[in-house]
């Protein structure tokens, strides 16, 4: 039987930066700083990992494997000196066979390379590339008979399920290497077992439990043994779900047959001061902050997220974009890397029910348009989706700056498009004049937006908030029309918001924070729930709240100010200084309310059984300390 020994502690790093040699643990990253702070000065290079370890007990045709969760963006891997295995592409997980070249004393030595060059995507983008080995890595021992491990780096085991009115047949296929005979076994959601037969032979299973999104996310489990001379060599599973989906150009997504409009978020996968090395529990909040605004998919931008990120999508009902970083810049010597990349995506994460939609590019239009190796790059990836997935749609996300007749837009079964219509330009109306005209020239086309938002950061406030200030304000005042625009054209397939979190980028200078995009609605560390975050929640979840916004902007100069509070639980009363102030207004999620500064005020926003409250001062241009307190947009004191 196969053995998995995780080995993320005791690596040594050697950085090639500036020579240095120290003791590190796993996941980690050599950027998690300087990719950080702005400038794009990160160090983008090659770096080298040792691990020292015995020869572990083998029996007589064991094979040792080393499996790389992800190392970025290219790797070469080593054992005492012997080239064992080489990687292109710094998201998906590639494995190293080991036996060969054992000792009783072994070196493994990895050489991770984040350098610029013209063939592994990605090499233009608006986020930090971190170099290093940043996710976990496993020592795999199995026998002679074993499941394939030399394929695309994958769980052998392909699992394609299919609804027939109340019923589920699902084949489940799996590959292995050696002799035996490879018998399934498939489970409920329970672990009670509901079906056995032969490798490859469709199963047809009575009245099954549908994976309905966020209102039943169920799971069935289908494992596969190799049995030779009545014994068990080896043993994989996944788990998988029963659902159908469909989109319409009229209709928007479709859930089982049942509308089921998709609105959520955009999400990259690093943090601040960590970079992209995450742990579990780092992806546990992730995945519970956007369930508790409501969302009901996330777009993983712009590359293949961690395994365990897709698994927390399935076990939470979120529908999923899955897309490879083909992304800002076509080179003409990245082909093969794009289709290794996008190979890689589908056959490791082919078995997620959470999975709708593989995206073959981002963006790829910014430095060229129409070009004739760039379409053939993307004729070729969408054939290559359908050949390998022909259930799932394939989408691509287009430049704002491409018109409607762009070629590029019409080559894959569904197209969205990263708009920041009042943000990089002028007027919100324009939204809807953009899409208006879309879907008057192509009525059969479904289209949603892929990208779109408003930069914020937690220190910067004003009382007359306009685009390019980067106030919360500001942010709050996009977001309002956006989702207003979104329920006038219910047609749209789909809507992802960027970004659930602020992110690194380092070439970014912006300033009081460079190195960073602060479109989130998080920060990055995810500490502080930008205003704009409840406001998601007030039109999306039905877990009930109330929120004041501008609670951060302290100091208010003037005779009055606006107090704007969100809330899905029913009327708002709010009290300043214990007296009640008249309110308004129109949807029963944006209540706005003005009140008569005083020196101190203390608000309280109460909605049923739920209240929120703050302090704000009013400051005067007598005071000795006003220039301080309001300038630079109101930079208040503290967050």
């Known amino acids: 039987m196969r053995r998995i020994i995780n080995i993320d502690s005791g690596w040594q790093f050697i950085n090639s930066a500036d020579g240095s040699r120290s003791a590190v643990d796993l996941p980690h990253t050599w950027n998690a700083e300087d990719g950080q702070d702005g400038g794009n000065d990160y160090y983008r290079g090659e770096c080298t990992y040792e691990y020292v370890f015995d020869r572990p007990a083998l029996c007589d045709g064991d094979e040792l494997y080393a499996e790389f969760k992800g190392v970025n963006a290219s790797a070469k891997v080593y054992l005492n000196d012997c080239l064992a295995a080489t990687h292109d592409g710094g998201y998906s997980t590639f494995r190293a066979r080991l036996t060969p070249y054992l000792r009783e004393r072994n070196v493994l030595k990895v050489l991770a390379d984040n350098s610029v060059n013209d063939r592994v995507y990605p090499q233009r983008a608006d986020f930090t590339f971190y ?187 979120l529908v999923v974009w899955a897309e490879i970083p083909y992304i800002s810049r076509h080179m003409n010597g990245g082909d093969s890397n794009a289709v290794s990349q996008m190979s890689e995506l589908i056959y490791q994460q082919y078995n997620h029910p959470s999975i709708v939609a593989w995206g073959i590019s981002n963006e790829i239009t910014m430095m060229k348009t129409d070009k004739k190796d760039m379409l053939n790059t993307h004729r070729q990836l969408n054939e290559l989706c359908h050949r390998l997935d022909p259930d799932r749609l394939t989408v691509l996300a287009c430049f704002a ?67 390019f200030d980067n106030t919360e304000e500001y942010q709050t005042i996009y977001h309002e029309y956006m989702l207003r625009f979104f329920d006038r054209h219910p047609y749209l397939w789909a809507t992802h918001l960027w970004n659930m979190f602020d992110f690194g980028a380092d070439g970014r200078n912006q300033g009081g924070d460079p190195g960073k995009n602060h479109k989130g609605l998080v920060t990055f560390d995810r500490q502080i729930k930008k205003d704009a975050y409840y406001l998601y929640k007030a039109f999306w979840s039905s877990d009930k709240f109330v929120h004041i916004c501008g609670k951060r902007y302290k100091n208010r ?83």
């Open 401 to 467: 700056s491409c018109l409607h007749t762009n070629r590029t837009a019409h080559i894959t079964d569904v197209v969205s498009w990263n708009l920041y219509l009042g943000w990089y330009a002028p007027g919100l109306f324009l939204n809807d004049v953009w899409l208006k005209l879309f879907h008057f020239l192509y009525p059969k086309r479904c289209i949603g937006y892929s990208e779109y938002g408003a930069e914020a950061m937690t220190n910067l406030h004003a009382k007359r908030p306009k685009r």
């Open 131 to 317: 170099g290093g080995i940043y996710r976990d890595v496993n020592f795999i021992i199995v026998g002679k008979n074993h499941f394939d491990l030399d394929f695309f780096g994958c769980n052998p085991i392909k699992i394609v399920p299919k609804t027939d009115g109340r019923d589920g047949i699902v084949t489940v296929t799996a590959y292995n290497v050696g002799e035996g005979q490879v018998d399934i076994t498939i489970y409920d959601g329970e672990g009670r077992i509901v079906a056995t037969a032969p490798n490859g032979e469709e199963i047809r299973l009575k009245n099954v439990r549908l994976w309905d999104g966020l209102r039943d996310p169920y799971l069935y489990r289908a494992t596969a043994k190799i049995v030779a001379c009545d014994e068990v060599c080896d043993e994989i599973s996944s788990s998988f779900g029963f659902r159908s989906f469909s989109v319409d150009p009229q209709k928007g997504f479709m859930l089982n047959g049942r509308s089921y409009p998709l609105r959520g978020v955009c999400r990259h996968q690093d943090r601040l001061g960590k970079g992209n090395a995450l742990s579990r529990a780092d992806h546990e909040q992730d995945v519970k902050m956007i369930l508790d605004i409501g969302a009901n998919t996330v777009r993983l931008a712009h590359y293949q997220h961690d395994d365990y990120f897709y698994d927390l999508c399935d076990r939470a009902g």
């Open 557 to 639: 100069e003037g005779k009055t100010a606006k107090i704007k509070v969100y809330s899905n639980a029913g009327e708002v009363l709010l009290t300043n200084n214990g007296r009640q102030v008249k309110g308004k207004t129109k949807d029963g999620r944006i209540f706005l309310f003005r009140i008569k500064l005083q020196k101190v005020n203390k608000i309280q926003a109460r909605a049923g059984d739920f209240s929120d409250e703050c302090q704000f001062v009013r400051v005067r241009k007598a005071d000795p300390e006003y220039r301080l307190k309001v300038a630079s947009n109101n930079i208040s004191w503290e967050k």
